[in-house]
Structure formats: structure tokens, C-alpha cells
């Protein structure tokens, strides 16, 4: 009998991998990977093919990211909306093949505009090419609105509900889907970046469209997949009267069984999702619609109890200590390589997944509030580093240079912007010091600019900059998963779509101040005056968030290593803000 059981016994481990890889948890990870990698591929590379095409200079780039942060802005809270009032596997799908249709025609049109850009820039004066460029960077901006929709619905959405009333489990997968947003943001664009190389765009623009043709076909049976194994995701509830949440915020300090909660918020209304007689609407109102949507996402944004933690995170956004475009030009001008940096970035990967564990071991020993709190000095404490950093040898910083003098010289000498540039035009240029000319509005060789020879530039401001960056993304990666877990947690089932629209439009309008800051003063003897606004505006982010937490903890707020009220109970409702 004993050997019988053997076989048994050893198939145990065997089906517990099996069951693991075929959980609706791992496929959504398998899900999100493959959309991610998709997003980071065409976000690296859309970005080198507009430089390319527009002769080495950053003005479509800039227009395309001025575009984006412009719409999501404007329309967050309708797409939002448009989340919460349909089904769950409607928005996912639709919000999927959109995206990835729109990239595939982007691909497609930017490899007609490379194969024939000498004879369109002929065509009708080079409006034809023209048009192709606003056509791509519209289309562009389409599968950027599909992507904050998917995002929405999956990371917002979704994973509340196949985590079920775990937190702990919800904590997890939070983590988790982080640490696959790292590895990628590294590894795709590493990947598209040798295939441009060692290939062409052309060659790049054809294997992003054939990678997004194949992975929005798997992509499209996981989602269906996670949808079959979850039954609760086919139940989503409709419109909670306002008074019915105020209730359940005032049952905080009740007694109140914690599966009570999410029985009055996922129960509500099962039904809201049958056709209803609708009243006939006249065209006006019907016009007015998105606008009234906007100014109710904002509204109920405003009154929920996470909304400074919300702008907190919001402030973390206006900020050039990252590793985007303005951080890495200037990182040229200061002598650092391509190849340093790119080491650099590794490393800011490797310090955004500590982060992500930081996270779940903090939230377990001091409770999810706290766990905001310490990320929030431990970001700030790596900072003042940042700030050091601008004082130190080696920083180029001169208050008594005007940062407004670049865009004088463009405005009144009227220098013209670079047109596009045929292959035997282009002056050889290294790369390392191609791109702080663009960056100071200048296209010509880095070699005939005196101010840019001879001596080397000491490293020790710059060193200590990016030591504070890189370190600082342990606290900003861990504070950014306590908030998302917050908003995921106390914001109500029929409202997580809107509320996290108008979140991602707080977001992309400190970005976009950001953007308009380095715009105005972009010259390197101004960046260490960015470098300032930058850690005062994420000083004022935790100095939000902390005023939350002091307002939902009071003085327990202080307890060391004890987890908040009712976090340690994985049977409370995500939803129901008496977890706060």
C-alpha cells in the first residue's frame, strides 16, 4: 500500500506547478508581460523613429509627448467612465485590439514613409510627408489612450478581484506585476534597440507590428482564460449611491463582519449591466455628456478618502530625477557614455524591484499606511542627495546664465528647424555628444562648440546625482505600490474606473508641467535649478500623503511595527474604505 501511495505523493509538487501555471494569477502576469514588453518596445522606438524622420531633431518627439500627456489629461476620466459603465471582458478586449491595431498601422506607415521619404518629401510641396507625420503621431496617441485603458482595467480592476478579499494576496500580485513593469522597461527596449542597429527602423518598425499582430492573439485567449477561471469578474456592480458609501465609512469603528462590505459594494447592483429603458436625450445633452463626465470624475475624485495620497503620488511625477530623455542628455553633457549609462539604468532596475519586496515585507510588519510613510522618507533622505549634488564640483550650474537664452536665440535670429535629411547629408556625429546640442538647441557638431572641448568635466556632482536617483527608487517604487494598493482598496467597485482615470490625468499633468519646466530653462546651467523644483515637489507629495496618513491612523500612526487596524485580516474587503 505504501508503494502505491509513492506515485501519488510524487505527483504532488508536479501538480501544484501545473495548477500554479494554469491559475488565472499566473496568466494575467503572462498577460501583462506580453502587453508591457509590446508598450515598451513602441515607446522606445516610436520616440527614434520620429528623430530619425524629422531629420535628427527632437520636434515631433516633443509634439508627440506634449499630444499624449495632452490627451490622457483631457480624457482620462471619460475613458475611466467608459471602464466602469461596460463589462470587464468588453473593455479589456476592445481596449486591447485597439491598442495593438493602432500600432500595427503605425508600424506600417512609418515603414512606407522610410522605404519612400525622398519622393514624398517632393509630393505637394512635402505635405504629403507632413501628413504622415501628424497621421502617425495621432495614431500613436490612439494606442496610448487603448493602453490607459487596458491598464486601468487590469491592473485596477482585474487583479482586485482575483486576489478575492486577500490583501496580502492583492500585495503580492501588486509587487509582482511592478517587478515584470521593471524587467521590461529595460529589456524591450534593449531588444528593439539591437534589431534597429544591427538592422534598420525599417527593419525595427516591421518586427514591432508582427511582435504586437501575434501578442494581442495570445494576449486576447489569456484574457478570455483569467475571464473563465474568475467567475466574479462576469459580476461587476453598477452605481453606488454616495450616502450607501458614506455609510460604510462610518461603520469604520463598528463591529461589522469584513465579508459585509464587499456583500453591500460587488452585490449591489448585479444587474446593472441588462438593458434598461433609457430616456430619449436631445443632441445638446448628449454633447454635453463627456464634459459632465469630466467634471463629475473630478469631483468624486476630490471627495475620496485617498485624495491626498492620490496627489501625493501625482506631485512624484514633476520631477527630471528619472531616468527619461532630459536626465540622460544631460548626463552627456557632463561626459558620462552611452555605455555608463546604460549600466546605470540596470541598476535603477535592480533598486525598483528591491522596492517592490521592501514593499510587501513593510506592509507586513507596519501595515500598508506606514509602509507609505518610511518609502516616503527613505525617497526623500536619497534625494537630498540630488540636491547636494548641484553645489558639488563638476555642476555646471550658473544662475547668472538667463535659462530663457536659448529660446531668445531660436525666436529671434529665427534660426530654421531642421528639415528632414538624406542619409549622405547628415554630419557624422557621435551619439554621446550629438544629443546635448539638440538638448541646447543646437545642431551643429559638438566639435566646433568651444565650451564643449578640451577639459574633462569633474564627475562628482553628477556621480552623487545619480547615486541619489538610483537609490531613491527603493522608496518611490514601494511608496507607488502603497498607493496604488490604497486607491485599489477604498475606492468603491463602481467607481475604481473613473477615479483611477482622473488619477492618471493628475499624473500626466505634473508630467507634462515637468516637460513645459525643462522647455523653458534647457540649458545644463539651469538643470541644477530643475534639480531643486524637482525634490521640493516631491517633498510636497509626501508631505501630502502624510497628512493622510495622519488624518486615517491619528496618533497610532507612530506605533512602530505594529500593521494598521484590520490589515492583518486577509478576509478584508477590498473596496470597503474601513480597511484605512
Same mark, same amino acid.
Given at each position: 500500500?505504501?508503494?502505491? @501511495?509513492?506515485?501519488?505523493?510524487?505527483?504532488? #509538487?508536479?501538480?501544484?506547478?501545473?495548477?500554479?501555471?494554469?491559475?488565472?494569477?499566473?496568466?494575467?502576469?503572462?498577460?501583462?508581460?506580453?502587453?508591457?514588453?509590446?508598450?515598451?518596445?513602441?515607446?522606445?522606438?516610436?520616440?527614434?523613429?520620429?528623430?530619425?524622420? *524629422?531629420?535628427?531633431?527632437?520636434?515631433?518627439?516633443?509634439?508627440?509627448?506634449?499630444?499624449?500627456?495632452?490627451?490622457?489629461?483631457?480624457?482620462?476620466?471619460?475613458?475611466?467612465?467608459? +471602464?466602469?459603465?461596460?463589462?470587464?471582458?468588453?473593455?479589456?478586449?476592445?481596449?486591447?485590439?485597439?491598442?495593438? &491595431?493602432?500600432?500595427?498601422?503605425?508600424?506600417?506607415?512609418?515603414?512606407?514613409?522610410?522605404?519612400?521619404?525622398?519622393?514624398?518629401?517632393?509630393? *505637394?510641396?512635402?505635405?504629403?510627408?507632413?501628413?504622415?507625420? =501628424? /497621421?502617425?503621431?495621432?495614431?500613436?496617441?490612439?494606442?496610448?489612450?487603448?493602453?490607459?485603458?487596458?491598464?486601468?482595467?487590469?491592473?485596477?480592476?482585474?487583479?482586485?478581484?482575483?486576489?478575492?478579499?486577500?490583501?496580502?494576496?492583492?500585495?503580492?500580485?501588486?509587487?509582482?506585476?511592478?517587478?515584470?513593469?521593471?524587467?521590461?522597461? %529595460?529589456?524591450?527596449?534593449?531588444?528593439?534597440?539591437?534589431?534597429?542597429?544591427?538592422?534598420?527602423?525599417?527593419?525595427?518598425?516591421?518586427?514591432?507590428?508582427?511582435?504586437?499582430?501575434?501578442?494581442?492573439?495570445?494576449?486576447?485567449?489569456?484574457?478570455?482564460?483569467?475571464?473563465?477561471?474568475?467567475?466574479?469578474?462576469?459580476?461587476?456592480?453598477?452605481?453606488?449611491?454616495?450616502?450607501? /458609501?458614506?455609510?460604510?465609512?462610518?461603520?469604520?469603528?463598528?463591529?461589522?463582519?469584513? &465579508?459585509?462590505?464587499?456583500?453591500? =459594494?460587488?452585490?449591489?447592483?448585479?444587474?446593472?449591466?441588462?438593458?434598461?429603458?433609457?430616456?430619449?436625450?436631445?443632441?445638446?445633452?448628449?454633447?454635453?455628456?463627456?464634459?459632465?463626465?469630466?467634471? !463629475?470624475?473630478?469631483?468624486?475624485?476630490?471627495?475620496?478618502?485617498?485624495?491626498?495620497?492620490?496627489?501625493?503620488?501625482?506631485?512624484?511625477?514633476?520631477?527630471?530625477?528619472?531616468?527619461?530623455?532630459?536626465?540622460?542628455?544631460?548626463? *552627456?553633457?557632463?561626459?558620462?557614455?552611452?555605455?555608463?549609462?546604460?549600466?546605470?539604468?540596470?541598476?535603477?532596475?535592480?533598486?525598483? =524591484?528591491?522596492?517592490?519586496?521592501?514593499?510587501?515585507?513593510?506592509?507586513?510588519?507596519?501595515?500598508?499606511?506606514?509602509?507609505?510613510?518610511?518609502?516616503?522618507?527613505?525617497?526623500?533622505?536619497?534625494?537630498?542627495?540630488? @540636491? %547636494?549634488? +548641484?553645489?558639488?564640483?563638476?555642476?555646471?550650474?550658473?544662475?547668472?546664465?538667463?535659462?530663457?537664452?536659448?529660446?531668445?536665440?531660436? /525666436?529671434?535670429?529665427?534660426?530654421?528647424?531642421?528639415?528632414?535629411?538624406?542619409?549622405?547629408?547628415?554630419?557624422?556625429?557621435?551619439?554621446?555628444?550629438?544629443?546635448?546640442?539638440?538638448?541646447?538647441?543646437?545642431?551643429?557638431?559638438?566639435?566646433?562648440?568651444?565650451?564643449?572641448?578640451?577639459?574633462?568635466?569633474?564627475? %562628482?556632482?553628477?556621480?552623487?546625482?545619480? &547615486?541619489?536617483?538610483?537609490?531613491?527608487?527603493?522608496?518611490?517604487?514601494?511608496?507607488?505600490?502603497?498607493?496604488?494598493?490604497?486607491?485599489?482598496?477604498?475606492?468603491?467597485?463602481?467607481?475604481?474606473?473613473? %477615479?483611477?482615470? +482622473?488619477?492618471?490625468?493628475?499624473? *500626466?499633468?505634473?508630467?507634462?508641467?515637468?516637460?513645459?519646466?525643462? =522647455?523653458?530653462?534647457?540649458?545644463?546651467?539651469?538643470?541644477?535649478?530643475?534639480?531643486?523644483?524637482?525634490?521640493?515637489?516631491?517633498?510636497?507629495?509626501?508631505?501630502?500623503?502624510?497628512?493622510?496618513?495622519?488624518?486615517?491612523?491619528?496618533?497610532?500612526?507612530? +506605533?512602530?511595527?505594529?500593521? !494598521?487596524?484590520?490589515?492583518?485580516?486577509?478576509?478584508?474587503? #477590498?473596496?470597503?474604505?474601513?480597511?484605512?
Amino acid at each position: 500500500m505504501a508503494r502505491g @501511495a509513492e506515485p501519488a505523493g510524487e505527483r504532488r #509538487p508536479c501538480g501544484s506547478v501545473v495548477a500554479y501555471f494554469t491559475s488565472a494569477k499566473f496568466l494575467l502576469y503572462l498577460g501583462h508581460a506580453l502587453s508591457t514588453w509590446g508598450d515598451r518596445m513602441w515607446h522606445f522606438a516610436v520616440s527614434v523613429f520620429l528623430v530619425e524622420l *524629422y531629420g535628427n531633431s527632437l520636434l515631433l518627439t516633443a509634439v508627440y509627448g506634449l499630444v499624449v500627456a495632452g490627451s490622457v489629461l483631457l480624457l482620462g476620466a471619460i475613458i475611466g467612465d467608459w +471602464v466602469d459603465k461596460n463589462s470587464r471582458l468588453k473593455v479589456a478586449q476592445t481596449s486591447l485590439v485597439v491598442q495593438n &491595431a493602432s500600432v500595427i498601422l503605425c508600424g506600417i506607415i512609418l515603414m512606407i514613409v522610410f522605404l519612400f521619404k525622398t519622393q514624398l518629401l517632393t509630393l *505637394y510641396h512635402g505635405w504629403l510627408l507632413t501628413m504622415c507625420y =501628424i /497621421l502617425v503621431i495621432t495614431i500613436a496617441n490612439i494606442a496610448n489612450l487603448a493602453s490607459t485603458a487596458t491598464a486601468i482595467t487590469i491592473q485596477r480592476d482585474w487583479i482586485v478581484v482575483v486576489a478575492g478579499e486577500d490583501r496580502s494576496k492583492l500585495a503580492d500580485m501588486n509587487a509582482t506585476i511592478r517587478r515584470i513593469d521593471q524587467l521590461t522597461n %529595460i529589456l524591450a527596449p534593449m531588444a528593439v534597440g539591437q534589431i534597429m542597429t544591427f538592422g534598420s527602423p525599417m527593419i525595427g518598425c516591421g518586427f514591432i507590428s508582427g511582435w504586437n499582430l501575434m501578442s494581442m492573439c495570445v494576449e486576447y485567449l489569456l484574457l478570455w482564460k483569467v475571464y473563465q477561471k474568475t467567475p466574479t469578474l462576469a459580476l461587476k456592480s453598477g452605481k453606488v449611491e454616495e450616502s450607501e /458609501l458614506k455609510q460604510l465609512n462610518v461603520k469604520k469603528e463598528s463591529d461589522m463582519k469584513p &465579508a459585509e462590505g464587499v456583500q453591500l =459594494i460587488v452585490e449591489k447592483d448585479v444587474t446593472g449591466f441588462e438593458p434598461q429603458q433609457e430616456k430619449e436625450v436631445g443632441c445638446a445633452a448628449r454633447m454635453a455628456e463627456p464634459f459632465i463626465t469630466f467634471r !463629475d470624475g473630478w469631483v468624486a475624485y476630490y471627495n475620496q478618502p485617498v485624495f491626498l495620497a492620490g496627489m501625493g503620488l501625482a506631485f512624484l511625477y514633476m520631477t527630471v530625477l528619472g531616468f527619461d530623455c532630459i536626465t540622460t542628455g544631460y548626463a *552627456y553633457t557632463q561626459g558620462l557614455s552611452g555605455s555608463v549609462l546604460s549600466l546605470l539604468m540596470g541598476a535603477s532596475a535592480v533598486t525598483g =524591484i528591491m522596492g517592490t519586496v521592501a514593499f510587501t515585507w513593510l506592509r507586513r510588519k507596519c501595515g500598508l499606511i506606514r509602509t507609505g510613510v518610511i518609502s516616503g522618507v527613505a525617497q526623500f533622505a536619497c534625494l537630498v542627495l540630488c @540636491a %547636494i549634488s +548641484v553645489f558639488m564640483p563638476g555642476s555646471p550650474l550658473d544662475l547668472t546664465v538667463s535659462p530663457f537664452a536659448d529660446i531668445s536665440a531660436r /525666436l529671434f535670429e529665427s534660426e530654421p528647424l531642421p528639415t528632414l535629411a538624406s542619409p549622405e547629408d547628415k554630419p557624422e556625429m557621435v551619439f554621446a555628444t550629438g544629443v546635448p546640442n539638440l538638448l541646447n538647441g543646437s545642431t551643429t557638431p559638438a566639435n566646433s562648440n568651444p565650451e564643449m572641448s578640451s577639459e574633462p568635466v569633474p564627475l %562628482i556632482s553628477v556621480s552623487l546625482l545619480f &547615486a541619489g536617483v538610483i537609490a531613491a527608487r527603493v522608496g518611490l517604487w514601494s511608496f507607488d505600490l502603497t498607493v496604488t494598493q490604497l486607491l485599489q482598496e477604498n475606492v468603491a467597485e463602481s467607481e475604481r474606473g473613473i %477615479i483611477n482615470g +482622473v488619477q492618471n490625468s493628475m499624473n *500626466y499633468l505634473l508630467d507634462l508641467l515637468h516637460f513645459i519646466m525643462v =522647455i523653458l530653462a534647457p540649458n545644463p546651467e539651469a538643470f541644477g535649478l530643475l534639480v531643486l523644483i524637482s525634490v521640493s515637489f516631491v517633498a510636497m507629495g509626501h508631505i501630502m500623503y502624510f497628512r493622510f496618513a495622519q488624518k486615517s491612523l491619528g496618533k497610532q500612526l507612530f +506605533v512602530c511595527c505594529t500593521p !494598521d487596524p484590520k490589515a492583518v485580516s486577509d478576509s478584508s474587503p #477590498p473596496g470597503n474604505t474601513s480597511t484605512v
